[in-house]
């Protein structure tokens, strides 16, 4: 079983290889550049264990996260998951948003949303984060539609659990998957 630092050590020794690994020649050759560049060994077995290439229910041994671990330049994986505790690159952080929140709206209130290319939706705020469409333009929602969200963030898509719609719940949607929402604004009836 991997934990969230052994799956970022892998993420990253695919950035810096340039290649993902997800043949068997991929890590073959992956193994053999290893051992020939950085003198690091690393079988093409067990890299195809560790990347789940094959079915494998044990946990990885310390010299291989070590030897992965050197290949980014560290000194051994301890260092590494040392290394991703203290980065700024995967600190949580409070961020400026365009963002309009639920709990901010009384009933009644009219927002609009959109996204690219050229969607845009006008809803009503009826109360505990449920909204209603009024207007939908070149979207896969529906006027009339009902969903429930917390807020609506500028740059970023909104993932919604389900849409209401005729009395049924949809699959789950996003909308504004590349590039987020382009448009957040509380507009007059």
């Known amino acids: 079983m991997n934990t969230p630092e052994i799956e970022e050590l892998k993420r990253l020794v695919e950035e810096?290889?340039?290649?993902?690994?997800?043949?068997?020649?991929?890590?073959?050759?992956?193994s053999l550049m290893l051992q020939r560049k950085h003198e690091i060994s690393v079988s093409s077995s067990t890299l195809k264990r560790l990347y789940g290439y094959v079915g494998d229910s044990h946990n990885p041994r310390v010299q291989t996260l070590d030897a992965l671990a050197t290949y980014l330049e560290f000194?051994?994986?301890?260092g590494f998951v040392d290394w991703l505790k203290t980065s700024t690159?995967?600190?949580?952080s409070f961020f400026d948003a365009g963002q309009l929140v639920s709990s901010d709206l009384e009933p009644g209130e009219c927002v609009e949303i959109g996204w690219s290319p050229n969607r845009v939706l006008r809803l009503?705020?009826?109360g505990d984060?449920?909204?209603?469409?009024?207007?939908?333009?070149?979207s896969k929602i529906q006027s009339g539609d009902m969903f429930v969200t917390g807020c609506f963030i500028k740059k970023s898509p909104l993932f919604l659990?389900?849409?209401e719609r005729n009395g049924e719940r949809t699959a789950s949607f996003v909308a504004g998957r590349?590039?987020?929402l382009s448009i957040v604004k509380k507009i007059n009836a």
């Open 161 to 163: 659990p389900y849409i």
């Open 124 to 126: 009503e705020y009826l």
């Open 16 to 30: 810096r290889y340039g290649k993902k690994l997800s043949t068997t020649t991929d890590f073959d050759e992956f």
């Open 129 to 138: 984060s449920t909204y209603r469409v009024l207007e939908a333009r070149n």
């Open 89 to 92: 690159r995967y600190n949580s």
């Open 178 to 180: 590349n590039g987020g």
């Open 75 to 78: 000194k051994d994986y301890a």
